[in-house]
T-cell receptor, first 114, second 114 residues
Framework: EAGVVQSPRYKIIEKKQPVAFWCNPI?????LYWYLQNLGQGPELLIR????????DSQLPKDRFSAERLKGVDSTLKIQPAELGDSAVYLC????????????FGPGTRLLVL | AQTVTQSQPEMSVQEAETVTLSCTYD???????LFWYKQPPSRQMILVIR??????QNATENRFSVNFQKAAKSFSLKISDSQLGDTAMYFC???????????FGAGTILRVKS
């Protein structure tokens, strides 16, 4: 069974440019998460989806960050415009449902903003 | 709000020996889940072991076991017969039963030496 797929794996952009990350969860997983991981720290939740509905986006900086999961399967996280402080790893995870405890993580996208 | 503390930024152990990683957490919840995740240098976050708070028996997974002390809010990970492949960053994480957000500690870098 394929795991969580993320692309791209690495991205280098200049500040003020837009950037987008894509995630495809494990097949059949209804719950999808985007986490931000700064260097040397643990991940922090940005947004959680139950199917196509964003049920927890309280930590998402909505002035520059947006996310969508239109058909309740794959998801896109966008930053526009990117700032130097956005350099980090963006992790996607999925779980079978909101009552399933175990989250499975993708390999992440490492973003460097110059 | 829940917090997770890992007080050991770095640990090292000789191959084949045993090492224990510490984790404490703070919560007012009675039902919750605790996890240890491993993140090798490739950055894929992998679940090592999980513990349900309502279970008194400590979880074990092959060479990995936990010492869960609910009253003390302590959740340590013991790795027996350490292998070179165990070298990674280890994160302790907390999740409320129905809240579904993972709260991570800052991580412990474990180096297994030959």
């Amino acid at each position: 069974e394929a795991g969580v797929v993320q692309s791209p794996r690495y991205k280098i952009i200049e500040k003020k440019q837009p950037v987008a990350f894509w995630c495809n969860p494990i097949s059949g997983h209804n719950t999808l998460y985007w986490y931000l991981q700064n260097l040397g720290q643990g991940p922090e939740l940005l947004i959680r989806y139950e199917n196509e509905e964003a049920v927890d986006d309280s930590q998402l900086p909505k002035d520059r960050f947006s996310a969508e999961r239109l058909k309740g399967v794959d998801s896109t996280l966008k930053i526009q415009p990117a700032e130097l402080g956005d350099s980090a790893v963006y992790l996607c995870a999925s779980s079978l449902s909101s009552s399933q405890e175990t989250q499975y993580f993708g390999p992440g996208t490492r973003l460097l903003v110059l | 709000a829940q917090t997770v503390t890992q007080s050991q930024p770095e640990m090292s152990v000789q191959e084949a020996e045993t090492v224990t990683l510490s984790c404490t957490y703070d919560t007012s919840e009675n039902n919750y889940y605790l996890f240890w995740y491993k993140q090798p240098p490739s950055r894929q976050m992998i679940l090592v072991i999980r513990q349900e708070a309502y279970k008194q028996q400590n979880a074990t997974e092959n060479r990995f076991s936990v010492n869960f002390q609910k009253a003390a809010k302590s959740f340590s990970l013991k790795i027996s017969d350490s292998q070179l492949g165990d070298t990674a960053m280890y994160f302790c994480a907390f999740m409320r039963s129905y809240g579904n957000k993972l709260v991570f500690g800052a991580g412990t870098i474990l180096r297994v030496k030959s």
